[in-house]
């Protein structure tokens, strides 16, 4: 089953507004991460949050994890047309056993409108 | 470098027909996934390897099998195609230290 939620599944703004998207889990983390996919192609990491960690920044983007209500958001500032794409948070961390998979929300489709 | 490849990109195939999608790597990763991606669903692991010569089930398993051929190839096959299998079809590889994830660009699959 799925990890967890995504939230909006759609966001629709205009260049140069700020974008957010926020990411709900359910179980313990080990870490956090989110990438991008442009249409019809694949997923590209963007940026990784550890459970130890609250915030982190990536150029535009700037990620927050809050690990006691399980949740996250990814912030886009500025943003530009390019930034149309679906984004996708997934959660890693299996304890010892180290296989790195991952489990994948379902996903927020960002339009950014010239 | 290539990253990671994947063939065929589209494949159409009838129901009971079976076939292998090929992935490759050339960044030198342990690990390698196959992952399913439906609309509104997000990505679903299929298997995985954590390292070569180990494969193992991952979320949505059934009706597919793999190979670690070596290092470098992770392959996915459907014996015997099902339309519920209509999706599209990501492999993706990891570094064992690492925790990124590579993605390939897909095969989108439509079985009839």
């Known amino acids: 089953s799925q990890q967890g939620e995504e939230d909006p599944q759609a966001l629709s703004i205009q260049e140069g507004e700020n974008a957010t998207m926020n990411c709900s889990y359910k179980?313990?983390?080990?870490?956090l991460q989110w990438y991008r996919q442009n249409s019809g192609r694949g997923l590209v990491h963007l940026i990784l949050i550890r459970s130890n960690e609250r915030e982190k920044h990536s150029g535009r983007l700037r990620v927050t994890l809050d690990t006691s209500k399980k949740s996250s958001s990814l912030l886009i500032t500025a943003s530009r047309a390019a930034d149309t794409a679906s984004y996708f948070c997934?959660?890693?961390?299996?304890?010892?056993?180290?296989?790195?998979?991952?489990?994948f929300g379902q996903g927020t489709t960002l339009q950014v409108k010239p | 470098n290539a990253g990671v490849t994947q063939t065929p990109k589209f494949q159409v195939l009838k129901t009971g027909q079976s076939m292998t999608l090929q992935c490759a790597q050339d960044?030198?990763?342990?690990?390698m996934y196959w992952y399913r991606q439906d609309p509104g669903m997000g990505l679903r692991l299929i298997y995985y390897s954590a390292s070569e010569g180990t494969t193992d089930k991952g979320e949505v398993p059934n009706g597919y099998n793999v190979s670690r051929l070596n290092k470098r190839e992770f392959s996915l096959r459907l014996e015997s195609a099902a339309p519920s299998q209509t999706s599209v079809y990501f492999c993706?590889?990891?570094?064992?230290?690492?925790?990124?994830?590579?993605f390939g660009p897909g095969t989108r699959l439509t079985v009839l």
């Open positions: 179980t313990s983390i080990n870490n």
């Open positions: 960044m030198n990763h342990n690990s």
């Open positions: 997934a959660t890693g961390g299996d304890g010892s056993s180290n296989t790195g998979k991952l489990i």
């Open positions: 993706a590889s990891r570094l064992y230290s690492a925790d990124t994830q590579y």
